[in-house]
C-alpha cells in the first residue's frame, strides 16, 4: 500500500517535470517563430543605431573621448538646435491638447454612430501621406496662398503675413501631423470613462464645472498623459514638416543631423546628436510606460 | 436657471470648437484633389477653371512613372514579406512565456520608438559597407524593419480576441500543430493578418526619410522626388500624384474591408 502510494507519488512528479521541460521546449519553439521578424529589426535598427552612438565616443583621430558631445553642448549652433528643437516640440504639444481635448469631449457627448462618422475627419488625414499633407500647408500658407488672401479681403491686415519658410508654418504643419496622435489615445480613454459618475457628483451638489474638473478630467488623464507622450517624441525627432515648412531656416534636431552627415560629413558630430535624440526619445518611452503601459498597445 | 444657460452657452462653445478641428483636420487634407485639377499653367487655389494637365504630366514624365514603379513594387514586397514574419512573430509571442513576451514586445516596437532619421543615417552608414545603397532590395529591406511592428501588434490583438481552445481541440482531435494553426487559428485571425498586410503596405508607400537618404538614381521612391521636389518649389504636378497617392491608400483600405467582410460571410 505504502510502496503504492510512494510509486504514485514519485510518478506523479515525474510526469510534472516532463510537462514541465515539455513546455519549456514548446514555449522556446514558439520564441523560434518570432525569431526572424527579431533579427530582421536587430539587424536593420538595433545594430546601425548602436554603431551609429558609438561613433561619438571618437574624436576626428579615431582616439576615445567626449570631443563631439563637448562641441554639441558648447557651440551656439547646435545649442540653438535644442531651444528650437524643444520650443517647437512644445508649442505643438500645447496646441494640439487645447484643439484635441474639446474636439475629443464634444465626440463623446455624441451618439456612437454620429461620432463614429465624424472620426472618420481624424482618420483620413492620420492615414494620408505626411508629404501630401505638408504639401497642402505650402499652398495654403505662402503669401498669395487662401490664407493670406482671405485675410486682407476681410481688411484684417494689410501686407501678407509670412507663414511658410519659418518657425510659424512649422508649428502649424506639425499640430495637423500630430494632432491624430493625441486624438486617438485620448478618445479611447474619455469613452471608456463612465459618465454617470459626473452625474452622481452634480446630484451631490457639484456644479457642472466642478464636476467636470474634479470628477471627469482626471479620469481622462491617462488617455491625455499617453498623447502628449506621443506628440513630444514624434515632434523631438520630426524631419519632414519642419524641412519643407522652415524653408530651411528652422533646423531641429533631425534636420541638424541630417545635414551635419550629408553636408559637412561630420559623422562624430551627428551622432552625439543622435545620442541625445534617442535618449529624450527612450526616456520619454520610459515615462510612459510608467504611467500609461506600453503592454496597452498591444490590448492586454 | 443660470446655471443651465450655463450649460448651454459651455455646449456651444465645444461645437463651435469641435467643428473646427474637424475642418482644420480634413481640408488640408483634401484640398489637393482641386488643386491637381486646375487649368492654369502655375499653382492656382482655388482654381478658376478645370483640366487634366498636371496628371497628363505625372504620366508622360519618365521620371516620376519609374520613381512610381519602384514605389509600388517596394510597398508590395515589403507587404509581402513583412506580413508572413509579422505574423508568426505574433503568433509565437502570443504562446510563449509572458517573460520571454514582454522582452520581445518591446525589442519589436522599437522601430516606432527610434526617432526615424537615427534608422536611416544607421541603415544609409550600413549600406554603404554592403553596397545596398539606392538598391531595391536595401529600400525594402529597411521598410520592412519598419512596417513589421504594425503587423505585430494588429495581428496580436487579433490573437487575443480568438479562442485559442479552438487550436487545441483541433489538435486533439489529431491534427498536427502545423495544420491546426493553418486550418482553425489563420482563417480566424484573417481580418488582422490583411489589416497588417494593408499597414505594411501604406508604411513603405508613404515613407520619406529612409528613402530620402537610401534610395536613390534609378531606384529613387517618389517621396524621394516629391520631397526633392517640394524643397524647391510648388509644382502642381506635385498635387495630381498626392490625389493618386491617396486614392491608392484608400482602395487599398476598401480592399481590405472588402475581402474580411466578404470571407466573414463565406464562413
Request: glycine residues 6%; contains cysteine.
Amino acid at each position: 500500500m505504502s510502496i503504492a502510494e510512494s510509486n504514485g507519488a514519485a510518478q506523479t512528479l515525474q510526469n510534472a517535470s516532463t510537462l514541465k521541460s515539455e513546455e519549456r521546449r514548446e514555449s522556446l519553439t514558439f520564441f523560434g517563430l518570432s525569431l526572424p521578424a527579431v533579427l530582421v529589426v536587430l539587424i536593420v535598427v538595433f545594430l546601425p543605431v548602436f554603431w551609429l552612438s558609438s561613433l561619438s565616443f571618437y574624436n576626428a583621430a579615431g582616439e576615445l573621448s567626449m570631443e563631439n558631445y563637448a562641441r554639441i553642448f558648447e557651440s551656439p549652433l547646435y545649442r540653438r538646435t535644442f531651444v528650437v528643437t524643444f520650443q517647437i516640440s512644445i508649442s505643438v504639444t500645447v496646441i494640439c491638447v487645447l484643439l484635441g481635448y474639446p474636439l475629443c469631449y464634444w465626440l463623446t457627448r455624441m451618439l456612437d454612430r454620429t461620432a463614429a462618422i465624424l472620426m472618420i475627419f481624424v482618420l483620413v488625414p492620420f492615414w494620408t501621406s505626411i508629404l501630401v499633407r505638408t504639401y497642402a500647408w505650402l499652398v495654403l500658407l505662402q503669401r498669395k496662398g487662401i490664407i493670406n488672401s482671405t485675410l486682407m479681403k476681410i481688411g484684417a491686415i494689410d501686407e501678407p503675413l509670412q507663414l511658410a519658410h519659418n518657425l510659424t508654418g512649422s508649428i502649424i504643419g506639425m499640430v495637423h501631423v500630430m494632432l491624430p496622435f493625441l486624438i486617438l489615445p485620448l478618445y479611447a480613454t474619455m469613452r471608456g470613462i463612465d459618465t454617470d459618475l459626473v452625474r452622481a457628483a452634480v446630484g451631490l451638489g457639484s456644479s457642472p464645472r466642478g464636476a467636470f474638473w474634479r470628477v471627469y478630467f482626471p479620469m481622462s488623464l491617462p488617455g491625455l498623459f499617453a498623447g502628449i507622450v506621443l506628440v513630444f517624441i514624434l515632434s523631438l525627432g520630426f524631419f519632414v514638416t519642419p524641412a519643407l515648412l522652415g524653408g530651411g531656416r528652422v533646423q531641429m534636431l533631425a534636420q541638424r543631423i541630417e545635414s551635419t552627415i550629408t553636408v559637412y560629413s561630420n559623422w562624430g558630430a551627428a551622432s552625439a546628436l543622435g545620442v541625445v535624440l534617442l535618449l529624450l526619445a527612450l526616456a520619454m518611452i520610459w515615462l510612459m510606460n510608467r504611467v500609461f503601459g506600453l503592454d496597452k498597445l498591444f490590448m492586454r | 436657471m443660470e446655471q443651465v444657460g450655463q450649460r448651454k452657452i459651455d455646449g456651444m462653445w465645444l461645437t463651435v470648437v469641435g467643428i473646427a478641428v474637424l475642418f482644420f483636420l480634413i481640408l488640408p487634407t483634401l484640398i489637393v484633389i482641386p488643386i491637381s485639377f486646375g487649368g492654369a499653367t502655375f499653382l492656382e487655389f482655388p482654381p478658376r477653371s478645370f483640366s487634366l494637365r498636371w496628371y497628363e504630366s505625372y504620366f508622360t514624365s519618365s521620371e516620376w512613372m519609374s520613381a512610381t514603379k519602384i514605389s509600388l513594387i517596394a510597398a508590395v514586397l515589403t507587404a509581402a514579406i513583412a506580413t508572413p514574419l509579422g505574423s508568426l512573430c505574433a503568433y509565437g509571442l502570443h504562446c510563449s512565456a509572458p517573460r520571454i513576451r514582454s522582452t520581445a514586445q518591446i525589442l519589436v516596437i522599437m522601430p516606432l520608438v527610434v526617432p526615424v532619421i537615427l534608422i536611416a543615417v544607421g541603415v544609409f552608414s550600413l549600406y554603404a559597407k554592403l553596397g545596398l545603397n539606392y538598391t531595391l532590395a536595401g529600400i525594402v529591406i529597411a521598410h520592412t524593419a519598419l512596417a513589421l511592428p504594425f503587423v505585430i501588434v494588429t495581428v496580436m490583438s487579433g490573437l487575443q480576441s480568438y479562442d485559442f481552445d479552438q487550436e487545441l481541440a483541433a489538435r486533439s482531435l489529431g491534427a498536427s500543430r502545423a495544420y491546426a494553426l493553418w486550418t482553425v487559428t489563420v482563417p480566424q485571425v484573417k481580418f488582422s493578418i490583411q489589416t497588417g498586410a494593408f499597414l505594411a503596405f501604406v508604411t513603405s508607400l508613404d515613407e520619406v526619410v529612409i528613402s530620402m537618404l537610401v534610395s536613390g538614381g534609378d531606384n529613387a521612391t517618389i517621396t524621394r522626388r516629391m520631397f526633392n521636389s517640394m524643397r524647391d518649389h510648388l509644382d502642381p504636378t506635385i498635387a495630381a500624384i498626392s490625389t493618386c497617392l491617396i486614392v491608392v491608400s484608400v482602395a487599398a483600405l476598401i480592399g481590405v474591408q472588402l475581402i474580411g467582410r466578404s470571407k466573414n460571410v463565406d464562413n
